[in-house]
């Protein structure tokens, strides 16, 4: 469970990594034309909102990450990043893609408090951080969350600019 947190977060984080970049906007060499392209996502038909949407090229030749979060409609606008340079849009191609949805338990405590906890406050923490996990991997299926697992793929085309995703279809 606790890997799965650190999964998500290290992918949120190489994702913000590579919108945000270290400054500068040159556009690189050799960066693909781009296509504008929008993935919806709903839970249950519902619109669901910060859900963040990697797309992983299957043919691994580009060297730039495609990327976007969903807004409170659900929808999520991609962007393609490589380096500092971020543009609007996502080169042609099929794409592995994985869903995260990063909540934090209002409950969460610090490092420096975990460790003040008794042994019977941590085993407490750790249940109800495992129930939380439980509701959280209600909303983004588990097979959504990792490159391995994903069933999920988009492709993107002149003709093919939206993709809707129902999260109960992958339940």
């Known amino acids: 469970m606790k890997s799965t947190i650190c999964s998500s977060a290290v992918c ?3 994702t913000l990594i590579f919108i945000i970049g ?3 906007t040159k556009k690189p060499d ?3 034309q781009l296509i504008s392209h929008t993935v919806i996502v709903n839970n249950n038909g519902k619109p669901e909102k910060d859900v963040t949407i990697v797309l992983l090229p299957q043919d691994v030749s580009g060297s730039w990450a495609v990327s976007g979060t969903t807004d409170s409609s659900g929808k999520a606008i991609l962007a393609t990043s490589q380096g500092s340079y971020t543009q609007s849009g996502c080169p042609a191609g099929k794409y592995k893609t994985v869903l995260t949805k990063n909540v934090r338990p209002s409950f969460e405590v610090s490092s420096e408090e975990y460790d003040k906890m008794t042994d019977a406050q941590r085993a407490e923490y750790g249940v109800k951080m495992k129930a ?3 509701k959280l991997s209600v909303i983004v299926p588990q097979s ?3 490159p391995t697992t994903t069933k999920l793929i988009v492709d993107v085309s002149d003709s093919n600019k939206e993709v809707s995703v129902d999260l109960k279809d992958y339940k």
Do not use: Q, V
């Open 22 to 24: 270290c400054g500068g």
């Open 144 to 146: 959504l969350t990792s």
């Open 12 to 14: 949120l984080a190489l």
């Open 30 to 32: 050799g960066f693909p």
């Open 132 to 134: 939380e996990m439980k």
